[in-house]
């Protein structure tokens, strides 16, 4: 019989100890720099932010590429402006160790002459390119949180780790952006902040998982189910977070989160297998349900990894059978709030969410279906 590693999402004393962490508060240190630039370490901090109008500014700030995470510091910044027509504009800053700076004390990262700076309530975001500037201030309009420890460790020593600290769920974004030869826009609108980081590559540890984040009325949620590797059994893990008019009401830590997607298809340019209708249903302390449905109306972005990495790698990848692929998607989040087994409130905005793919199509499907008849 095949033995497969654990993999835990921690909610202890032991390892709120080991890790410093203060249970149910975020400290400023924890959105600093993380870790190093070793073998296998890597480090991002993202900023979204969305507008009225239908425009979308994503704004990265990387330690080195996340899927190339071997080699060492290779700082690189990217900016990817979509406006409400579906035209993108993009642009890549790679800068030296030598012009780039990563504070531990707080979010303070500088890559060029592009950088973020905040403290768990207020940043300000700068992103110089050749042929795109921004700047971005996200002032919190939802407290810091993170899922239980920020965790999650693979193997039996729990020697890896992918974390992952939504440091800004929701906020008031202002930016104004030089694009496209010297146009120009000023922005109002919601923005979002987290910070990942990890000691080994995420191929490594997940075959698969489904992430969203989405404001749905005066509520706003962030979700993902995360199915862990082979090598871990498929182990799923969750990320769950909700809050209604500026303060979170409910969590994962309590463990009562369902995921439940329906409608499965093939997606034909990845290879994956895709659900029209994800849903997650959540029970709070007093026996109320929260019930997020993500309804997809169309595809923003379909991607096949082996197609976008660098030439070396991606032959490389090639070679070794890899064929990750990545689907964004758009349509409509809706949250139900039952009571007593009855919806007493209801409301529906327009959401984006994604599917991020490392492992094979539907072999986790294939195993826990064997492994359901053999148990």
Not at 148 to 162: A, K, L, M, V, W
Request: charged share 20%.
């Amino acid at each position: 019989m095949q033995k497969f590693q654990q993999s835990i999402h921690p909610d202890d004393d032991l390892h709120y100890q080991q890790m410093g962490l203060v249970r149910n508060e975020v400290q400023l240190w924890e959105d600093g720099s993380r870790v190093d630039g070793k073998r296998g370490h890597y480090e991002w901090w993202y900023f979204d932010s969305h507008y009225p109008d239908g425009t979308v500014l994503v704004i990265f700030f990387f330690s080195k590429h996340p899927i190339a995470v071997n080699g060492g510091l290779n700082p690189i910044a990217t900016l990817e402006l979509t406006l409400p027509n579906g035209q993108k504009f993009s642009e890549e800053v790679v800068a030296t160790v030598q012009q780039s700076h990563y504070s531990k004390t707080q979010c303070d990262v500088k890559i060029g002459d592009s950088f973020c700076k905040g403290d768990l309530k207020h940043y300000d975001v700068v992103f110089k390119g050749k042929n795109i500037s921004a700047t971005l201030t996200l002032e919190g309009t939802i407290d810091a949180w993170r899922s239980q420890t920020g965790s999650i460790f693979f193997g039996n020593r729990e020697q890896h780790y992918f974390a992952w600290l939504p440091a800004i769920p929701e906020g008031v974004a202002v930016a104004d952006v030089c694009y496209d030869g010297g146009k120009t826009l000023h922005l109002v609108g919601s923005g979002y902040h987290d910070h990942n980081w990890g000691n080994v590559s995420m191929l490594k540890l997940m075959h698969h998982w489904y992430w969203g984040r989405a404001k749905i009325g005066n509520y706003k949620v962030i979700s993902s189910w995360i199915t862990s590797a082979k090598k871990y059994g498929f182990k799923d893990h969750d990320v769950f977070m909700i809050a209604k008019d500026g303060k979170i009401i409910g969590d994962n830590s309590n463990h009562t989160l369902q995921f439940l997607p329906q409608d499965r298809y093939i997606d034909q340019h990845t290879g994956k297998p895709v659900f029209n209708k994800v849903v997650y249903l959540y029970t709070a302390e007093n026996g109320e349900q929260y019930k997020i449905t993500y309804l997809r109306k169309g595809d923003i972005n379909k991607t096949c990894f082996v197609d976008v990495l660098p030439k070396p790698l991606g032959a490389l990848a090639k070679a070794v059978g890899f064929d990750g692929g990545y689907l964004r998607f758009e349509g409509t989040a809706t949250v139900e709030k039952i009571v007593d087994g009855q919806v007493v409130e209801t409301a529906s905005d327009p959401a984006v969410w994604e599917l991020m793919y490392f492992g094979k199509a539907c072999a986790d499907e294939k195993f826990k279906a064997k492994h359901s008849k053999n148990a």
